[in-house]
């Protein structure tokens, strides 16, 4: 099972539910044909989008959070079971801390400081 923790704290303002296909997490196409879930979180930074995606194995994906819903960061928001992937989408000012091929550790690893709100 990979669980998942909210990558920031904010108000989750979008959830979507997304029914699809079961290649494998890291297929290119899998972001977008998979069976995924999509929260959009507003945080002082931005708007921070990330996106549960189920793999050929996974098929099965769980929530526990719902939109208008205050998140803190690092909260436990729900899992997939087996394979599975993440993905993020960042304000375009984010300064990204990870480059590809980092091993990363969820809840210690930061991947990317958001701008400062002035």
């Known amino acids: 099972m990979h669980a998942q923790w909210a990558p920031v704290a904010g108000k989750l303002e979008y959830f979507k539910y997304h029914r699809g296909e079961y290649l494998v997490a890291w297929h290119e196409k899998s972001s977008t044909l998979n069976e995924r879930t999509t929260f959009g979180q507003r945080t002082p930074g931005g708007m921070v989008v990330w996106r549960q995606?189920?793999?050929?194995?996974?098929?099965?994906?769980?929530?526990?959070?719902?939109?208008?819903?205050?998140?803190?960061?690092?909260?436990?928001?729900g899992?997939?079971?087996?394979?599975?992937?993440?993905?993020?989408?960042?304000?375009?000012?984010?300064?990204?801390?990870?480059?590809?091929g980092d091993r990363v550790v969820a809840r210690s690893t930061v991947l990317a400081r958001l701008p400062e709100v002035s």
Not at 82 to 92: A, E, K, Q, V
């Open 53 to 77: 995606i189920a793999g050929a194995v996974a098929r099965r994906i769980r929530w526990y959070v719902k939109e208008g819903e205050d998140i803190a960061g690092g909260q436990e928001c």
């Open 79 to 100: 899992f997939i079971l087996f394979g599975s992937r993440i993905d993020f989408y960042l304000p375009l000012e984010a300064e990204v801390a990870v480059k590809p």
